[in-house]
């Protein structure tokens, strides 16, 4: 089976996919273009780094972290310390996989295997044994592998230049010799297809070429010594009030969560809502910070370079409990994102990102309806009369002010542009006196990214289908794992993990355990309307201040219904109406692109589900939270 891993890196050597064909990278030109080189005929061409793919490899497809145990999360996370040092490092040969070996305790070939499986995937997941399906199957053995990595380490990675033919000589050889079944010619020959371009450079022509060509690689280095070293989020209410986009009334002043690269000072995302901070506005700043902003500014309309994505190595947060969830937790670590707390009381370790939101507020306070800082500063101005921003209209010129004005100006610390010090950390300067760290690692499913951010739960699947705060989910995928047992545990019915976007809960989204994939399950009863939990909690408040302690979905529905018809009728009149009004806009726009990037081309087709009984149905009795709350 054909396995693409979840990022991609692009550094010199690096072997990927253009137009189905094998390339090898030679060097990066700017922040968008490659120069590649065909693997076949070595001619040469530049290409956008958005039209290559990662080589697949033949491989079973590892286990998503949300599925791994207290255990095998804790043997992943001490599988993945063993190979740290050796990931990526050029020259790596078997007499330092051997030294790290002894140091950690382990065998050789365990060390390899666990390389190779790290770099098929490079998600942490990766590093636990998958449930096999194929027990029984051979497999190449352990020491014909050792004899592989040991042949192709004392002959072909040597000044001598050999030719693989005689590599697999050799192995046939020693194979013979220890009494073992010698492998295939093509298996020697893509060991040797996988080896770093760099590290053969190195030991067939020389350290110094490969230093000289490919010197620009990334490096581990300490604090944010480069771009994406360290990135700093925080939140803060802005200082201005929006207008709603029915009345262009005014609603209320929008919270910002913004995530600021320390190393350029460079904005590579942020997070703009009605609603206080809360998990979903932190994983949503993370994800718009590590992908690519040209669908961002496309939709907003607005040409400008933004060049930050990819994969931050550490990102540096205050010590809120939006920052301390459960599913943040094991999204940065699946990413391997390592999470640091700021200091209690050493309010100076967030001064960065605090000192780019008084720049913010200090532009903000000139635009019509601000709050300004203060009362004293306010004076008689009244920004509810003067405000003229509509949410959309507020996003598109805060991004075009970070785009246009903020990264473009010389930031007195740095002595430079922000854009220009995170270039510069990228690829180098043209001295010579700055090497670029190269390109971070950019993260291909852009949507499944997105989801790993949303909050999660552990459910059954009843015959009615799952049940999420008093409402019901169906689709036919969930058919096959009706009533399942748990595998491990006979006697407990099985729990699937499922994610929600608190925006819009008309939907959930259920990650099938066999198909290694998310599917959208709407409402069981498709005639109800979408809503936020936010939404659902109000409702929930004033069902019981009604003296109604035990309250069913068609209860809730009925409830919401009600409050629309209230909203909608004192939109015009009361600020909390057009508030909630323009929350909906807002959730429901936002939730409803992911819904269908998500749900494309995942939509397996089975035979109706038949009508039940739902009546007598009591769902709650299988219920496992671990989703983080919005209170």
């Given at each position: 089976m054909k396995i693409y891993p979840a990022t991609l890196d692009l550094y010199p050597g690096q072997h990927i996919l253009l137009d189905g064909r094998r390339m090898i990278l030679d060097s990066v030109i700017d922040m968008n273009t490659i120069l590649v080189c065909d693997y076949e005929t070595g001619k040469c061409q530049p290409c956008k780094i958005n039209d290559v793919k990662p080589v697949p490899s033949i491989t079973e497809s590892s286990l998503e972290i949300v599925e791994l145990s207290t255990e095998e999360l804790r043997l992943a996370e001490e599988r993945y310390k063993a190979i740290e040092p050796l990931i990526d490092l050029i020259g790596r040969t078997k007499a330092i996989v051997c030294e790290r070996a002894l140091e950690v305790g382990v065998d050789v070939v365990t060390l390899y295997r666990w390389l190779r499986l790290y770099s098929d995937s490079r998600l942490l997941s990766s590093l636990v044994n998958t449930r096999r399906a194929d027990k029984g199957k051979s497999r190449l053995e352990d020491n014909v592998e050792e004899i592989i990595a040991d042949i192709i380490d004392k002959d072909f990675l040597t000044d001598q230049k050999i030719k693989v033919s005689h590599v697999y000589q050799r192995v046939k050889e020693e194979c013979f010799n220890a009494g073992v079944e010698p492998p295939h010619l093509n298996t020697v020959r893509n060991r040797v297809k996988t080896i770093p371009h760099q590290k053969k450079v190195a030991k067939r022509q020389g350290r110094k070429k490969a230093e000289n060509k490919y010197s620009g690689i990334k490096g581990h280095f300490p604090g944010a010594d480069f771009p994406l070293a360290v990135v700093q989020i925080d939140h803060t209410p802005l200082d201005i009030i929006l207008v709603d986009d029915a009345h262009r009334l005014p609603l209320s002043r929008p919270w910002i969560t913004l995530a600021m690269d320390v190393f350029s000072r460079m904005v590579v995302g942020?997070?703009?809502?009605?609603?206080?901070?809360?998990?979903?506005?932190?994983?949503?700043?993370?994800?718009?910070?590590?992908?690519?902003?040209?669908?961002?500014?496309?939709?907003?309309?607005?040409?400008?370079?933004?060049?930050?994505?990819?994969?931050?190595?550490?990102?540096?947060?205050?010590?809120?409990?939006?920052?301390?969830?459960?599913?943040?937790?094991?999204?940065?670590?699946?990413?391997?994102?390592?999470?640091?707390?700021?200091?209690?009381?050493?309010?100076?370790?967030?001064?960065?990102?605090?000192?780019?939101?008084?720049?913010?507020?200090?532009?903000?306070?000139?635009?019509?309806?601000?709050?300004?800082?203060?009362?004293?500063?306010?004076?008689?101005?009244?920004?509810?009369?003067?405000?003229?921003?509509?949410?959309?209209?507020?996003?598109?010129?805060?991004?075009?002010?970070?785009?246009?004005?903020?990264?473009?100006?010389?930031?007195?610390?740095?002595?430079?542009?922000?854009?220009?010090?995170?270039?510069?950390?990228?690829?180098?300067?043209?001295?010579?006196?700055?090497?670029?760290?190269?390109?971070?690692?950019?993260?291909?499913?852009?949507?499944?990214?997105?989801?790993?951010?949303?909050?999660?739960?552990?459910?059954?699947?009843?015959?009615?289908?799952?049940?999420?705060?008093?409402?019901?989910?169906?689709?036919?995928?969930?058919?096959?794992?009706?009533e399942s047992l748990d595998p491990d545990n006979p006697n407990a019915k099985r729990k699937f993990v499922f994610r929600r976007d608190p925006r819009d809960i008309s939907q959930i989204w259920f990650y099938d355990p066999q198909l290694k994939e998310y599917y959208s399950i709407p409402y069981r009863d498709t005639s109800y309307p979408p809503m936020s939990i936010w939404e659902l909690k109000k409702i929930k408040e004033a069902l019981k201040k009604s003296g109604k302690k035990k309250f069913d979905e068609r209860a809730i529905f009925e409830a919401y219904k009600e409050m629309r018809e209230i909203e909608e009728k004192a939109a015009a009149k009361t600020k909390s109406a057009r508030r909630a009004n323009q929350r909906r806009s807002i959730n429901l726009g936002a939730a409803s692109k992911l819904s269908e990037d998500v749900s494309q081309n995942r939509k397996p087709q089975y035979s109706s589900f038949e009508e039940l009984d739902y009546n007598n149905i009591e769902p709650f009795d299988e219920m496992e939270y671990i989703e983080d709350r919005d209170e």
């Open positions: 942020f997070y703009i809502s009605l609603e206080k901070p809360c998990t979903t506005s932190v994983g949503m700043c993370i994800c718009n910070s590590i992908l690519k902003k040209d669908r961002f500014l496309s939709h907003l309309n607005i040409e400008a370079d933004w060049p930050c994505s990819g994969l931050p190595r550490t990102i540096h947060v205050d010590n809120a409990k939006e920052f301390r969830g459960e599913v943040l937790r094991l999204a940065c670590k699946q990413y391997k994102i390592d999470i640091e707390w700021r200091p209690v009381g050493r309010p100076n370790f967030g001064a960065h990102v605090e000192r780019l939101l008084g720049t913010f507020a200090t532009e903000i306070h000139t635009l019509p309806g601000t709050t300004f800082s203060n009362l004293q500063e306010k004076g008689e101005y009244k920004s509810e009369e003067k405000a003229v921003f509509t949410f959309s209209e507020f996003c598109e010129w805060l991004t075009t002010y970070i785009t246009k004005v903020y990264h473009q100006n010389i930031h007195s610390t740095i002595g430079m542009t922000p854009i220009e010090k995170f270039k510069r950390g990228i690829l180098g300067d043209d001295s010579g006196n700055q090497i670029g760290r190269g390109l971070p690692s950019i993260v291909l499913d852009e949507d499944k990214l997105r989801l790993d951010f949303m909050p999660m739960f552990r459910r059954t699947i009843q015959r009615y289908g799952v049940a999420i705060d008093n409402i019901y989910y169906w689709h036919d995928v969930l058919r096959p794992w009706v």
